[in-house]
Antibody, heavy 119, light 106 residues
């Protein structure tokens, strides 16, 4: 059974960097033909796809965030990481990592981690 | 970006009711549409991929139809555990985009 677990600070100051890690168990992210996505959801609102990363390290980002976001992958640790620069209150949300089967959606999700932005 | 519009935004229903949710795409996405169920405080759960393919373990009362720009998710006989919010997501082109959600409530 594939399991994903997000981790990182729950509070980030405005203009600082939001850094999150997603640890995958039950599958090796270094093998298989899967992408690994980050999706966020502000409180009481809908879902926003941030971007995804492939085993090779290739990335695709949402243009709305592209200038501030970077995804990375560490196959030795079975981890995917998200860095979002220059955060504002608008970046406060629950952040999820998920396995992206491309045209067939996201089939496994982490439980999500709440990130607040405040000084 | 492809805009995904769900309707209704909320629906009140009773156990045993048939419920249909519609998702419209702002351009042709062929059959590359996924449906998710989300309960409060939980991650979304993939129900249907590629417009009509039921995920393993999802009850057969859930079904998906459509292609192009119009899609539906139908729950044939609503069960207590189905009260949740449902989202559609287009998987045809980047950026992937989601509908605004439909809340199914009692």
């Amino acid at each position: 059974q594939v399991q994903l677990q997000e981790s990182g600070p729950g509070l980030v100051k405005p203009s600082q960097i939001l850094s999150l890690t997603c640890t995958v168990s039950g599958a090796s992210i270094g093998s298989g033909s899967y992408y690994w996505s980050w999706v966020r959801q502000p409180a009481g609102k809908g879902l926003e796809w941030i971007g995804h990363i492939y085993t090779s390290g290739g990335t695709t980002y949402n243009p709305s965030l592209q200038s501030r976001v970077a995804l990375s992958i560490d196959t030795s640790k079975n981890e995917i990481s998200l860095r979002l620069h220059s955060v504002t209150a608008a970046d406060a949300a629950v952040y999820y990592c998920a396995r992206d089967v491309l045209r067939r959606g996201h089939d496994y999700w982490g439980q999500g981690t709440l990130v607040s932005v405040s000084s | 970006d492809i805009q995904m519009t769900q309707s209704p935004s909320s629906v009140s229903a009773s156990v045993g009711d048939r419920v249909t949710i519609t998702c419209r795409a702002s351009q042709d996405i062929s059959r590359w549409l996924a449906w998710y169920q989300q309960k409060p405080g939980k991650a979304p759960k993939l129900l249907i991929s590629a417009a009509f393919s039921l995920q393993s373990g999802v009850p057969s009362r859930f079904s998906g139809r459509g292609s192009g720009t119009e899609f539906t998710l139908t729950i044939s006989s609503l069960q207590p555990e189905d009260f949740a919010t449902y989202f559609c997501q287009q998987a045809d082109s980047f950026p992937q985009t989601f509908g605004g959600g439909t809340r199914v409530e009692i």
